[in-house]
Each structure stands twice: as C-alpha cells, then as structure tokens.
C-alpha cells in the first residue's frame, strides 16, 4: 500500500528523512501518527526511526537535545519543528515487567518494529510514501481489531503496562480485542500491580475518557485489570454501570474522574483519599471534591445562585454538562449567564472589607469578621441585600448583635 499524498506533519519531517537516507542510513515514520493518518485521525506527534545510531544522528545534524539517548532516541531540532529520531533497537528480558534490562542497537527495521505492542502500531511509511506492514496490521486496522506483535503473552509479560494500553485504544478507536490478546491479559492482569500508578493514571484516563469507553471499559472488567488498579477492587460492577452510561466521549480529565466517582457512589470523605491513591494533582482532587456534590444536586434541581458561586462558572459549566450522561438536556449559555448576573463574583467585590468592620464595630480581631463576611456575602448573592456599603454595615450591626453581643 502506498500513501497517496503525505499529512503536512509528515511533509514537515521530511528533511530529516532526507538527510538521514543521504548520509546512507534508512529512515521512517513510526508508531501512532502512521496508525493515525491511515484512519483519517488527527496526527499529534511524528516520530521516527532509523538504522542510523545515536552518535550518527547526533553527528548528522547540527541541533540536537539527547532525550533518551540510552534508548537510542535523539530529538533533532529544526527551523520550524522539533522532531524525536530513534535507533533501531532491539530489547532483553524485563525484569521488572516495564523496562528493558538492556536495548541494543541495530540496523533492522524488522528487528525494532516486532518488538511493538500491538500491529497497528508496527507500521512504517517511507518517505515515498509506502507503507511497510511486517505483522499485518493494515489488515487489522480494515477489521478494526487489535491483535499483539507476535507472541501476546511475550508482549505483555516484556511491559504489562501494554495490557492498559491495548485497553485504551479500545477505548479510543473502537476496535474489538483479538481473542488471543484477551486471554493472555486476562492472565496476565495481576501483573499491573508491578507497574508505577502514575503510568497506570495515564492509560486508565484515556481509557474513561474514549469516544467507545464502553467497550473500554467493559473488557477491562472482564479482563479483571480493575483488581489491580488503585482503589477498584471492590467496584467491579459499578464500572460496569459507568460503562452503560450514555452520551459522547467526556471532554476533559476532571469531567471524567467527577462521573466515575458518581458511579462508584463514594462519600465526600473518600473522594481525596481514592484519587490520593492514583497520584492525582491537588489542584484535580480539589476540583473534583467540589464537582461530585454539585452534580447529585444538579440531577434533582436546577442551580441558585450561591450554588453557582461557590461553585464558580468553570466548575459549574463543566457540571451541567455532565447531565447529558443521565438523561438530561444541559443548557451551558443559561450557567455562563446566570454566573455573568450574580451581584459579585468574589468577596473582594463586596462594597465592605474587614478592615471597615474592625473600624466600625469596638470588638477585638477574631473569627467574628469572617463570620459577618460571609453572612453578608451570601445575603448579596442571593440578591437579599444590595450591595451598598450603608446597608451592608447595617446588616453587620444586627448580625453581630444577634450572634455576638449580649
């Protein structure tokens, strides 16, 4: 099979083909942008592969950033982009079920493409535009099946972080999973426990988050990978339910970490811990623990204003998309205008300040002045006072006389 016309991203490389080929050395796109580009899907990185060695490559061009060089890949810098060239290689036995206890170099395109995941990943395009397929995989890709290079259970006992992977294109693309690559992760499931959770967190999101997450999904409960996975063991048909559910592909991480929680039915409490557990950001968990409760309130009612606020109108918009996932139709325009229209949208909006309570009121400094902050702050938001420096001050009077003062 040969290209008709080569992606501008390849066309961008091309130079460093040319280079390479004219010093004598082999050279070709690799790995996922040649599996994208043959299924009409946006190319997000080019890589490629050559029989020229580090030193070679490193030699040959003028810029280059030594990024992995121990595993032969050197990024080769150009006018207009940066672009990671990899030796061929081949790899020893993995001792710890995820990296190479030695990589050899070698000047066999054969050699470094069998040692691949799956067959749709091990195919290479010249810079002629042939596409060179040693394992099948094009007729793999036109039965949209994913199937392992060579032995499945050799594969995914070299690097078990290939059995999410597999999982994840499932996920992804769609595809079904060859049975014999099933079976051999199904045996082989125990084997992400060796894995690093941080590897794990990146499959397993881009598995939630595919545009057929519920084949994804399904095969990774069957497969029972999810008893090795931070925090599943005992949710096994709560993924099951995450699964079923309804809509397209979740646009965003914390999107995707909000539902499954909604699914798995876990208490505030236990939201940090569980996501602690995966090695997610602050920042996420912190987003997360506020969207969970504010979409089992948005399920039964529509939002208020302090709702809104508190929440605040990322947050918020990203809630009342989720709605669709339950049946519901969400009307984002109606959150941003509702957000637009609050009377502040901080404290540092409101017409009194600490400092003009401390002036007003012959008290000591203490927890009272974020008290009468707050108070004031959702009688504002919820449109009970305006927001006026005299009224405000009045209001504070008899907050501090009810609370405070005998």
């Known amino acids: 099979m040969k290209l008709e016309a080569l992606p501008i991203e390849f066309q961008g490389a091309m130079p460093v083909l ?22 009409n899907k946006p190319i997000h990185d080019v890589d490629i592969a050559t029989s020229a060695f580090p030193a070679e490559i490193k030699q040959l061009f003028r810029r280059t950033i030594d990024i992995g060089i121990q595993h032969g890949t050197v990024m080769v810098i150009t006018d207009d982009a940066t672009y990671e060239v990899t030796t061929f290689r081949t790899e020893s036995t993995y001792q710890d079920f995820r990296r190479p206890d030695h990589v050899e170099f070698v000047r066999s395109l054969k050699e470094d493409l069998k040692r691949r995941d799956f067959t749709i990943n091990a195919l290479a395009v010249g810079i002629d535009g042939e596409v060179i397929d040693l394992f099948d995989g094009l007729s793999d890709l036109r039965a949209r099946k994913l199937r392992a290079v060579g032995n499945p ?21 769609g595809f079904t999973l060859d049975p014999e690559t099933f079976e051999a992760i199904r045996e082989y499931h125990s084997l992400l426990a060796k894995i690093s959770v941080e590897r794990v967190n990146v499959e397993f999101v881009k598995l939630l988050m595919g545009s057929s997450r519920q084949a994804g999904v399904k095969t990774f ?5 999810y008893v090795y996975c931070p925090g599943l063991s005992e949710y096994g048909e709560a993924l ?11 646009p965003t991480e914390r999107q995707a970490w909000t539902l499954l929680i909604t699914m798995l039915g876990l208490k505030l409490e236990q939201i940090r811990p569980f996501m602690k557990e995966w090695k997610c950001s602050n920042q996420l ?13 948005r399920r039964t009612k529509d939002w208020d204003n302090w709702q809104l606020y508190q929440l605040g109108r990322e947050l918020a918009v990203s809630v009342e998309y989720l709605i669709i996932y339950f049946g519901q139709k969400p009307n984002q325009a ?16 409101l017409a009194i300040k600490g ?10 400094k203490g927890p009272w002045i974020n008290a009468v902050l707050r108070a004031l702050e959702k009688a504002v938001i919820e449109k009970e006072l305006e927001n006026n420096q005299e009224i405000l001050l009045k209001f504070a009077l008899k907050f501090m006389e009810e609370k405070y003062y005998d």
Do not use: T
């Not at 040319?18 to 299924?39: F, H, P």
């Not at 409960?221 to 990978?225: G, P, Q, Y």
């Not at 968990?285 to 309130?297: E, F, N, R």
């Not at 109606?334 to 909006?349: F, T």
């Open 18 to 39: 040319r280079d390479l080929q004219a010093a004598g050395y082999e050279a070709y796109y690799v790995g996922g942008s040649v599996r994208d580009i043959l299924l």
């Open 153 to 173: 259970y050799e594969r995914f006992h070299e690097d078990a972080l290939r059995m999410m992977r597999g999982l994840r294109f499932i996920s992804q693309l």
């Open 221 to 225: 409960v069957e497969s029972e990978c």
């Open 240 to 250: 099951l339910r995450f699964a079923d559910l309804i809509g397209p592909a979740i």
């Open 285 to 297: 968990i912190k987003d997360v623990s506020q969207m969970v409760p504010a979409l089992a309130l």
């Open 334 to 349: 109606k959150i941003r205008l509702m957000y637009q229209n609050l009377p502040i949208h901080n404290l540092q909006e």
């Open 355 to 364: 400092n003009d309570l401390i002036q007003r009121f012959d008290y000591p």
